[in-house]
């Protein structure tokens, strides 16, 4: 059974930074495709960044110079590294793998207020 667990969302003020975490089990992340989507209020889910089983990377336009993606194949982990926090940030993120199927976590909230 393949499992998602995401952590280390919260509140933080803008300029601020967070450091998401996805803990798999059930799958080598290793050998999927990992990715960070995230979802505000009265909006469609939306892909962030993106990493594959090669290390390459992708990010959305917004967040380009102030996330990172990566991962620990060690820990079965991946990461999202969130720099200069933004109001608009501010949304549910969710842990996504792709590996023969599709996976999500359940989300973890991250809001960016003053």
């Known amino acids: 059974q393949v499992q998602l667990v995401e952590s280390g969302g919260g509140s933080v003020q803008p300029g601020g930074s967070l450091r998401l975490s996805c803990a798999a089990s059930?799958?080598?992340?290793?050998?999927?495709?990992m990715a960070w989507y995230r979802q505000a209020s009265e909006k469609q889910r939306e892909l962030v960044a993106a990493?594959?089983?090669?290390?390459?990377?992708d990010y959305v336009e917004s967040v380009k110079g102030r996330f990172t993606i990566s991962r620990d194949n060690t820990k079965n982990t991946v990461y999202l590294q969130m720099n200069s926090l933004k109001p608009e940030d501010t949304a549910v993120y969710y842990c996504?793998?792709?590996?023969?199927?599709?996976?999500w976590g359940q989300g973890t909230q991250v809001t960016v207020s003053s």
């Open positions: 996504y793998a792709n590996y023969a199927s599709t996976y």
């Open positions: 059930g799958i080598m992340i290793s050998r999927s495709v």
């Open positions: 990493i594959g089983s090669r290390g390459n990377t």
